[in-house]
């Protein structure tokens, strides 16, 4: 899963400088934590549901030497949320249309 997510998609774009942890390279991490024994559901961007017992959930993210941890990205979170319920109730549009639904909209 690792190389298809990190070193397969950097070499199909011809960027093999991307996608690998090594001395003196660039590099994003993005870390999570399988969580079971739930009843998660999942909705896709045409509004469909399916309903799982795992889930996957962001830990942290490296980004150009920063660590970002969900919890410290909530007011962020909440902000673009926020947004979207406005741009929502101006345009009339659901965001799910256009490819995007945060939660709890």
Known sequence: MVHQCTSAPAAAIGRPELGTLALGAVADLAAFDVREGGHFEFRDVAGDVLVGERRIEPTLTVRA???????????EREEAVQRARRMRAFTGRNFAALGWSPPDL
């Open 65 to 75: 030497g920063t660590v970002y941890r969900p919890e410290e990205l909530a007011a």
